[in-house]
């Protein structure tokens, strides 16, 4: 598949004006990274996407379109812009957990557990009964069978996933429930009056997003917004584990305060934001801040015309919908390590050259965000969009293979073009730029990365 004929299946699923496309142009070609999939054709596809959506959202004020281009190249740098942060000339350290990773099983499978946050850790060698060293893991999963130790895990909670064949996970009875659901779902969920976005010239001039995300894909979805504009909130509490590469990374263009909504007052705080807010983002495990009070349905009753997006790992259809999951272990369960692995011919199991999935779901949060806040502006409503990674993944693996396993993985000095530098509380941050070219409205992030609990939880007058 083309990247225009990606971009225009896009389009086409969240209702956009075919009309609007003309104003696109996609450059560039895969492969452009190491891998079998049409990674820079994914991340072509939804980059502009989200460009032309927040473009609309513009030109229903000021009547005015503009040209929107990328190059398929800077696109992928886009969707691995994690791997290029530098902090004082300096990679951070690694976000992986030493005892993270590929296990060999008693049936001589493959599983990848995943365990980056301490309490996800902790459960797994609690289950395991066994010391925090990877010796002592892997004597530990190799007493297991893979799929009764991936579900004693999820049924503990914790992270973890069997590297299957593709063949074997679209059988599977949650992998034939992904398929069914829409790529990004947009949902009118109750009645409000119609409401423009903010004034100004930028698309997102005025809109407040309130982000409580983690890790890659959501906050990927706040920064989106921030590049057109919008005054985006991550709101996150002490108490929660963070990875400082990822905050810094995807925390560019953004306000961060910290509430802690176990308590009331705080909890009442949110509630104030939320009443100025135009846009909800969460992307906790499902039903965990429904439990808190913070349910589609509630949210639309204190804000009517919110947009509440929201982000899971497998889905709200099908027997694994309340699994926890990260794009690594998605990859892993849903036939991706297994294609990389195979046409590799590696010996150990390996991962997509970027977290394709995070990024192209944060990007298809932000596109499902600006299709509703058009339709709210056209048409009134509060609206709920959802999105998950492993129908992400699906679509990725839709777009058809290509064969890039033996091109060279591009380095930082690759990309040396696509970087910028500026100060932060962090130190010199060396990062990748905005990557999409807009004629009138530059994407550009405006606020430096900033440490979570940094700012008041006001929003800016």
Excluded at 22 to 51: C, I, K, N, Q, W
Excluded at 85 to 113: C, K, M
Excluded at 416 to 428: H, I, Q, T, V, W
Aim: net charge neutral; glycine share 10%; with cysteine.
């Amino acid at each position: 598949m083309t990247p225009a004929d990606a971009l225009g299946g896009l389009w086409r699923e969240v209702g956009g004006d075919p009309a609007a496309l003309g104003r696109v142009r996609l450059t560039g070609e895969d492969p452009v990274l190491p891998s079998t999939l049409r990674v820079g054709t994914a991340a072509g596809a939804t980059l502009t996407a989200v460009a032309l959506a927040a473009d609309e959202l513009r030109r229903q004020r000021t009547g005015r379109g503009q040209d929107i281009a990328l190059d398929l190249s800077a696109a992928a740098a886009g969707f691995r812009s994690e791997r290029y942060l530098r902090v004082d000339g300096r990679p951070p350290s690694d976000v992986w957990s030493a005892v993270s990773g590929f296990y060999r099983t008693a049936d001589e499978g493959w599983i990848q557990l995943h365990c980056n946050f301490p309490h996800h850790r902790d459960g797994v060698l609690r289950l395991l009964g066994c010391e925090g060293t990877r010796d002592a893991v892997a004597t530990a999963v190799a007493r297991w069978k893979g799929g009764a130790l991936e579900d004693a895990l999820a049924a503990a909670g914790m992270c973890a996933g069997l590297v299957r064949p593709r063949e074997e996970w679209r059988r599977h009875p949650h992998g034939a429930a992904v398929a069914r659901l829409p790529l990004v779902e947009i949902t009118r969920i109750g009645d409000a009056p119609p409401e423009a976005a903010g004034p100004g010239d930028r698309p997102l001039a005025g809109v407040r997003v309130l982000d409580l995300t983690r890790v890659i894909a959501g906050p990927v979805c706040g920064r989106a917004l921030a590049e057109h504009g919008a005054d985006v909130m991550l709101v996150t509490a002490p108490h929660l584990p963070s990875i400082e590469a990822l905050v810094i990374d995807t925390g560019r263009g953004k306000l961060a305060a910290h509430l802690d909504l176990r308590q009331p007052a705080d909890a009442e705080r949110l509630r104030a934001l939320l009443r100025r807010a135009d846009v909800f983002v969460q992307s906790y495990r499902p039903g965990a801040l429904a439990g808190r009070g913070w349910s589609v349905e509630e949210v639309a009753r204190l804000r009517p015309g919110i947009v509440y997006v929201t982000l899971s790992a497998y889905g709200h259809a099908g027997p694994w919908r309340e699994r926890r999951g990260f794009d690594s272990l998605v990859q892993s369960v849903s036939g991706i390590v297994d294609a990389e692995t195979r046409a590799a011919g590696a010996a150990r199991p390996r991962h997509l050259p970027a977290a394709a999935l995070d990024h192209a779901s944060g990007q298809l949060m932000a596109l499902g965000a600006l299709t509703a806040l058009a339709r709210r502006a056209r048409e009134g409503g509060s609206w709920l969009v959802r999105v998950a990674l492993a129908r992400t993944g699906r679509w990725v693996e839709d777009l058809g293979p290509v064969d890039g396993i033996g091109l060279p993985d591009p380095a930082p000095d690759d990309v040396a073009d696509l970087l910028e530098e500026s100060d932060s509380a962090f130190g010199r941050l060396r990062v990748v730029r905005p990557v999409v070219r807009m004629s009138e409205t530059p994407p550009r992030l405006d606020r430096p990365a900033a440490p979570l609990g940094t700012h008041a939880p006001v929003w800016p007058a």
